[in-house]
């Protein structure tokens, strides 16, 4: 994980595909510090946002579309900050 972040994102997609909540955990964690651009962290948010919608976990979509909705006004190309507190609010959603 990390040196091919589009490839990633790849399988992350696919595992947000199934109910295995420890998966994802586990693929978000692996992924989250190679995250670089507003993008890539918008697309992370899609990504898990599609996750709970398959796993009926209204709450945690409504977090997630809440984050995106903060976000929208930024531009992609920007640089992700390392301490994000929307990046940090995302993984606590997921409990195993």
């Known amino acids: 994980m990390g040196k091919d972040l589009d490839f990633d ?3 992350l997609d696919l595992a947000a595909q ?3 909540e420890k998966l994802m955990v586990n693929l978000v964690e692996a992924i989250a ?8 962290f918008q697309d992370l948010l899609r990504i898990a946002c599609d ?3 398959k ?8 977090l997630i579309e809440k984050i995106l909705h903060k ?3 930024l531009s992609c190309e920007s640089t992700l900050e390392a301490n994000n ?3 940090k609010m995302l993984l606590d959603s997921f409990s195993v």
Do not use: M
Request: proline share 3%.
């Open 85 to 87: 507190s929307d990046l």
């Open 51 to 53: 996750f709970y919608i």
């Open 18 to 20: 199934s109910s295995d």
């Open 55 to 62: 796993n009926r976990q209204a709450e945690k979509v409504g």
């Open 33 to 40: 510090p190679f995250l670089q651009t507003e993008g890539d």
């Open 9 to 11: 994102f790849e399988v």
């Open 71 to 73: 976000r929208s006004s």
